[in-house]
């Protein structure tokens, strides 16, 4: 009884039962087959990652049904989940939670600070609410598992180590070239140590239509270190260490060296810049005991996790050579966590506690002409010296009468408070400090899941969802969009959101469906509303109330042993009502960034024994014109009339050389199609042709 989720799990092992009816743990809390969740989930895990050479975590999830996979540059990423982005979206490690209250509205940068060659796993659970994981849970709950050593899986007192060295060149442009070292050791039952060390070079990319888009590349290094350690045969303690540095990412489309595109009719802007890059840094450290005992104990499974977090974001914007500005913004994140789960009844009750607090630094500096660089308050990125608290309670009840039949119910209580230290109050025109305030809020969410037969089941529900407003938010002073300057208001209140879904499932051992359809209500977005008609300064309000659905479909058919066809379709519509500008009429727009109707299909070969695969894979998407008035601004971005429909072609193939070493080789893009995905602030790559190496030992 397993929805084999096409693309993303077409793996050489393709009948395996781990690929068959994966266990997740996200839904749920639970470690529970995916065949049982009342939620529509996605899976990708390392195989997947490296075999389809996905660069970055959102690009990870760019065949994903219900995502729309925006870059605002080559090195940003934000996955837009059923609608929504950044904030919206939940994004989480081993399940510490890492959005804090500095990211943005619209798209983010640090889905991308996640290393994608230190993944094990990526849960995506679509629609998921607020009652687990609180705040930013709307659009999609993202948690993404990092490599461990297996201990616990190696034959117990014997000692064991593991490693891998693995290389990946990409001949697009000016060329990239990845490479990781990765090593595991320790006996086993006892203990285990996993460290990986990953270096990033990525040159500047090419375009069949803009030509090579220079400063599009980076470099990037990031760590990964992970220790387990057994209490006892049922106790683990677990240490976690990563870091990750971008240097010099470029906002492209914001430069000179953007010099437009035009396509089909549709014209986006060029860039005046003279440079706007991004610094970047972030860490992650957690320590985590979590117990297991038998079935019938009062407490059967229970963790807890104290974490630290910290990121240091700096800009850079040369918007001429007599005007240079500077934004440096520092989070330190101190976050506890601790989670419960009991037998009950006909079913297991899950209930816990978290808690996460934020502390911030910001400074901003600017040179006008001779003059040296100067601290400037109306240029700080974000409130200074400020904090901010986020405590929550749940509890959820997973209740199963009968076999066929399975209810999910919760509640969620929050707590949310905001210090500010000094910002810049836009509508005075000077600083600001010592600003408070403080939220609490009630969610609840009930999901059902019923199987017809062995083949059939139906699932869905009601959940919701809630946001509490960010430091960013209260006091956000940033560049967005194209050159709009982006203002926070401490008055702003939170958003509320209600989805109702409805899913179909049929699986067989030789064919899959998955069929979603989902309708989300908004009440309170915030938004940037022009301060005045024509305003290029926007200040955040409660300005938005509007809703979203949407239809998702995925399926797989291994038609013969060694063939597998695997396709998804996915569309979504919606609409918002804001004021035009403060105190201006009501207007009713298109939902900003809908994904446009899309779909692939992929056909996969495997040899006899499996150490030959190839597969074949075409992606299309139609063109987007539902566009709202801030969409038709951000004209360096998303050209006039919408986003161009795009078809490409890709090509993937591997060979098991060897017990000790494994080759891979990409050809995508075949056609060398001119195209962006919409909202994207460059391009995608031209014609590219990536080959990979990976040594065991």
Same mark, same amino acid.
């Given at each position: ?34 065949? $049982? ?6 899976? #990708? ?14 690009? /990870? !999830? ?32 081993? &399940? ?39 705040? $930013? ?77 220079? &400063? ?47 396509? =089909? &009719? ?8 003279? =440079? ?7 860490? !992650? ?30 800009? /850079? ?68 010296? =400020? ?27 929050? *707590?949310?408070? /905001?210090? !500010?230290?000094?910002?810049? $109050? ?31 089941? @139906? ?8 946001? /509490? ?20 208001? #401490?008055? #702003?209140?939170?958003?509320? *959101? ?30 940037? #509303? ?10 955040? @309000? ?24 695997? &396709? ?37 070969? @495997? ?51 060897? $017990? ?8 995508? +893009? ?12 460059? +391009? ?14």
């Amino acid at each position: 009884m397993r929805l084999i989720h096409l693309l993303p799990v077409v793996p050489l092992a393709l009948q395996a039962q781990d690929f068959l009816d994966p266990l997740v743990l996200t839904a749920s809390r639970i470690e529970t087959a995916e065949s $049982d969740v009342p939620y529509t989930v996605n899976q #990708v895990d390392k195989t997947y990652i490296e075999q389809n050479t996905r660069r970055t975590l959102p690009e /990870a !999830l760019q065949f994903t049904p219900g995502v729309l996979v925006q870059k605002t540059a080559y090195g940003h990423g934000s996955p837009f989940v059923r609608g929504f982005t950044g904030r919206q979206n939940l994004l989480m490690v081993d &399940g510490v939670r890492v959005n804090n209250s500095t990211w943005r509205g619209g798209p983010v940068q640090y889905w991308n600070t996640i290393d994608s060659y230190s993944i094990d796993r990526l849960e995506l659970v679509k629609s998921q609410g607020s009652v687990l994981y609180g705040s $930013d849970a709307i659009g999609g709950t993202a948690n993404v598992f990092t490599k461990s050593s297996g201990f616990r899986d190696e034959e117990d007192g014997a000692c064991f180590t593991h490693g891998a060295a693995y290389y990946e060149y990409r001949g697009n442009g000016d060329d990239s070239h990845i490479g990781r070292i990765e090593s595991s050791f320790g006996v086993g039952g006892q203990y285990g140590v996993m460290f990986g060390v990953t270096a990033k070079d990525y040159g500047d990319i090419r375009d069949s239509a803009v030509g090579l888009m220079r &400063g599009t590349g980076y470099p990037e290094q990031d760590l990964d270190f992970r220790f387990d350690f057994a209490l006892n045969d049922q106790t683990t303690l677990t240490v976690v260490h990563q870091q990750v540095n971008q240097d010099a990412v470029s906002r492209w489309h914001a430069t000179a060296f953007n010099p437009g595109w035009q396509h =089909s &009719g549709h014209v986006a802007a060029p860039g005046s810049y003279v =440079s706007r890059v991004y610094d970047q840094e972030r860490s !992650l450290t957690y320590v985590r005991v979590e117990q297991e005992n038998e079935d019938s104990a009062f407490i059967k499974r229970w963790n807890a996790t104290v974490s630290y977090q910290t990121g240091r974001d700096s800009e /850079a914007q040369y918007r001429s050579a007599t005007d240079r500005r500077y934004q440096i913004a520092e989070v330190d994140t101190l976050g506890f966590d601790v989670s419960f789960e009991s037998p009950l009844g006909d079913g297991s009750l899950v209930y816990g506690l978290d808690y996460y607090r934020d502390t911030v630094e910001s400074e901003g500096y600017r040179k006008r002409g001779a003059n040296p660089f100067l601290y400037d308050a109306s240029n700080r990125p974000v409130a200074d010296d =400020s904090s901010y608290e986020l405590f929550g309670a749940f509890a959820q009840y997973v209740w199963q009468p009968v076999e066929q039949f399975e209810l999910t119910a919760g509640t969620r209580y929050t *707590y949310a408070a /905001a210090e !500010l230290g000094r910002y810049w $109050d836009a509508t005075a025109g000077a600083d600001a400090y010592g600003a408070k305030r403080d939220w609490d809020n009630l969610v609840g969410s009930i999901r059902a899941i019923y199987r017809f037969n062995d083949c059939w089941s @139906t699932y869905g529900g009601v959940s919701q969802a809630f946001r /509490a407003p960010n430091l960013d938010d209260l006091s956000g002073n940033l560049t967005s969009r194209s050159g709009t300057a982006s203002t926070g208001s #401490v008055d #702003v209140d939170p958003e509320e *959101y209600v989805t109702y879904e409805l899913g179909l499932r049929h699986q067989t051992e030789t064919t899959s469906l998955n069929l979603a359809a989902f309708y989300t209500d908004i009440d309170d977005l915030i938004v940037g #509303v022009p301060i005045t008609s024509g305003s290029n300064t926007t200040v955040a @309000t409660n300005g938005r109330d509007g809703y979203v659905y949407g239809v998702e479909l995925e399926g797989a058919w291994r038609f013969h042993p060694q063939w597998t066809l695997s &396709g998804f379709a996915a569309w979504q519509d919606g609409r918002t009502e804001t004021t035009a500008f403060l105190g201006g009429p009501v207007v009713d727009e298109p939902g900003s960034r809908l994904l446009p109707l899309t779909g692939s299909l992929a056909l996969r070969w @495997t040899s006899e024994s499996e150490k030959f695969w190839v597969e074949g894979r075409v992606l299309a998407a139609a063109e987007e014109n539902r566009l709202t008035a801030s969409d038709r601004g951000d004209n360096q971005r998303i050209p006039s009339g919408g986003t161009p429909g795009y078809t490409v072609y890709m090509l993937h193939g591997g060979w098991r050389a060897t $017990d000790h070493l494994e080759l891979t080789c990409g050809l995508e +893009n075949v056609s060398d199609e001119d195209y962006r995905s919409h909202g994207s602030g460059q +391009n995608e790559p031209g014609f590219n042709a990536i080959v990979g190496a990976k040594l065991f030992w």
